[in-house]
């Protein structure tokens, strides 16, 4: 399973077909937001509008699409450009990222003007203002999924602020993980020497993290490789459920030099639920 979401600039759609052809996505997310100029945004909607995305659905990669922010008028734009794909019949993202969200408020606007589309969206809101992370009980409890924009964030900061960025990452997971739904990784800006990226990854995981964005094609074994949940831990966390349901009666359970009790079973009934929502978002 991967849990690597790939970014990429939408007007370099046409790098996808090499790049998918050899990797395994879990999902495609074209940014029309960062990653291309203001001069160029026309540009990028009509290269959107008319680039064929079935051969990479029907390979099972989810396609989605980060935005501009609605307070100017880019953002606005786009809301406009995938309305009228959906009217078109283009229902082609299934998955959109909301940059710059502050608080639960704003996200609500969004979900307003995507409400009368075809099918439901799973909008995503990016975690990338101090604003949003001192909101982001109340941000998690709306959103369908959190996304960590951590360049953005340290961007506000005068200096790199490691506590700060430490509490930060810890919060949106907890406040991700109480809500049931997924947790994306900023991207790295780290594709030359590998190890670097490998350890990103690893302390993204062990922080929470269910997966990570990418930008560069050479990022994307890594990733997977890291947020993979083996068949044989998610085998364990059963076991476990069910050695504990055998014998309920009991409050907890021995088995060889493990102790089973209703804190673990929590644990292991939570990463099920988490490899579920893998699966199927």
């Known amino acids: 399973m991967s849990a690597c979401y790939f970014f990429v600039p ?72 995938l309305n009228a794909l959906d009217k078109a019949g283009k229902n082609i993202f299934q998955y959109i990222y909301l940059p710059k969200i502050n608080n639960s408020a704003e996200f609500q606007v969004y979900r307003s003007l995507f409400s009368k589309m075809s099918s439901k969206k799973f909008l995503v809101s990016i975690i990338e203002t101090i604003n949003a992370v001192e909101n982001i009980t109340e941000i998690a409890k709306v959103s369908d999924a959190l996304c960590l924009g951590q360049a953005d964030l340290s961007a506000k900061l005068y200096k790199n602020n490691k506590f700060y960025l430490d509490y930060a990452r810890a919060t949106i997971c907890a406040a991700a993980a109480n809500q049931d739904i997924l947790v994306i990784a900023t991207n790295s800006f780290e594709f030359n020497d590998l190890s670097v990226l490998k350890k990103d990854c690893i302390s993204f995981y062990n922080e929470g993290f269910t997966g990570m964005a990418a930008i560069h094609p050479d990022q994307i074994q890594i990733i997977n490789e890291v947020f993979n949940i083996p068949d044989s831990e998610i085998a364990s966390y059963n076991a476990c459920i069910e050695d504990y349901n055998n014998n309920a009666g009991s409050g907890f359970v021995i088995r060889g030099s493990k102790v089973i009790a209703p804190p673990f079973v929590e644990k292991a009934r939570t990463m099920i639920k988490l490899a579920l929502n893998l699966e199927n978002n």
Do not use: P, Q, W
Not at 32 to 59: C, H, Q
């Open 10 to 81: 939408a007007l370099k759609l046409d790098s996808l077909y090499k790049i998918t052809s050899t990797r395994k996505i879990k999902m495609i997310v074209v940014d029309i937001e960062d990653s291309t100029s203001d001069i160029f945004k026309s540009e990028a909607r009509e290269k959107i509008s008319k680039f064929d995305f079935t051969n990479f659905i029907e390979a099972g990669i989810k396609i989605g699409i980060r935005i501009n922010c609605i307070h100017n008028l880019n953002g606005l734009k786009d809301v406009l450009f």
